[in-house]
């Protein structure tokens, strides 16, 4: 009995004290002067996002991380471009690839580069030079399984935000 006490004690200190899970967090953002590009990583080619003439909105996601758990890390991210002149604009399935609208995700998993999404829709309204609100609602393949995504946030200058 005594043994077992100890062991609950020391299980508290050790594990109730510490704080080993670290919480999800999502960004908005967008870039002017910049343009996605895919690398040269044959079969699988990734996004990359460059200097460019057009605006770059990407949408990232990390989930909490658990310390106590090995290879638990999990992003993902999507991302596309539009001219720099629009002050508003939808795009529809076929239409996405013309704004190279890509799924990312990077995890200990298997990951088949980057997918491209040409199932869905995707628009957005600028409010004024550092904000636009965007509504993503796509579906796309990954690993043989259908997954949708629905966004609708305010999408953020990433230069004009920086402190």
Known sequence: MKNT??????SFFFFGCTNNINDSYKLYSFSENSKITLDDNEPNPFTKIESGENLVFKYYFQKEDN???????????II???????????????????????FNKSCFCPIDGSISIVKGTIQGTKIDNLTWEIKINITFTDSNKK????????????????I
């Open 5 to 10: 006490f100890l062991v609950l004690i020391f």
């Open 67 to 77: 310390e106590n758990i090995s290879d638990d890390e999990y992003s993902e991210s």
């Open 80 to 102: 596309f471009e539009i001219d720099a002149d629009l002050d508003h604009f939808s795009y529809t399935d076929e239409e996405l690839s013309s704004i190279n609208a890509y």
């Open 147 to 162: 997954i949708t995504k629905v966004i609708n946030a305010s999408f953020l200058n990433t230069i004009r935000h920086r």
